[in-house]
């Protein structure tokens, strides 16, 4: 009877996070909410990702993370804080980070001026899977 309770509760908590599909530069921009994403795409080397970019009172973190199957020998994250300006999307801050094939990282103390229009993260994901395969998704997360 606890197990089902537990079960019960973890199964909630997963529904309630937002799942997240690729996206392209023409479709339109979704409302943002300030949660860790979990993406679950139909990828054939990556078991899950997640990201997320949460804006401060001065500083931005930005947050990885990468869980590859078991014919997966990597996954690297590339991600970019942009914001947009007269109608377009502009670079302000990018890094990257590879997991072989799984891990987690925080880039933190990201300082940024609040004064742009919209500030987004774009995500690209690229897994190698261990007969030297490759498979690149790219995602979006609007604040």
Same mark, same amino acid.
């Given at each position: 009877?606890?197990?089902?309770?537990?079960?019960?509760?973890?199964?909630?908590? @997963?529904?309630?996070?937002?799942?997240?599909?690729?996206?392209?530069?023409?479709?339109?921009?979704? =409302?943002?909410?300030?949660?860790?994403?979990?993406?679950?795409?139909?990828? %054939?080397?990556?078991?899950?990702?997640?990201?997320?970019?949460?804006?401060?009172?001065?500083?931005?973190?930005? @947050?990885?993370?990468?869980?590859? =199957?078991?014919?997966?020998?990597?996954?690297?994250?590339?991600?970019?804080?942009?914001?947009?300006?007269?109608?377009?999307?502009?670079?302000? !801050?990018?890094?990257?980070?590879?997991?072989?094939?799984?891990?987690?990282?925080?880039?933190?103390?990201?300082?940024?001026?609040?004064?742009?229009?919209?500030?987004?993260?774009?995500?690209?994901?690229?897994?190698?899977?261990? %007969?030297?395969?490759?498979?690149?998704?790219? !995602?979006?997360?609007? @604040?």
């Amino acid at each position: 009877m606890k197990m089902k309770k537990v079960a019960a509760v973890v199964m909630a908590a @997963v529904m309630s996070l937002t799942m997240a599909t690729a996206v392209n530069a023409e479709q339109v921009e979704p =409302q943002a909410e300030n949660v860790l994403e979990e993406i679950q795409p139909r990828f %054939s080397y990556i078991e899950r990702l997640y990201y997320d970019l949460t804006l401060g009172s001065t500083y931005a973190t930005i @947050v990885v993370q990468g869980y590859g =199957q078991s014919d997966c020998s990597s996954i690297n994250m590339y991600y970019t804080m942009q914001y947009k300006e007269g109608g377009s999307w502009h670079n302000w !801050y990018s890094g990257s980070k590879t997991f072989y094939p799984n891990g987690s990282y925080t880039d933190s103390g990201i300082a940024y001026p609040k004064s742009k229009e919209a500030w987004r993260l774009e995500v690209v994901a690229k897994a190698t899977s261990t %007969s030297g395969r490759t498979e690149t998704y790219t !995602y979006y997360k609007y @604040v």
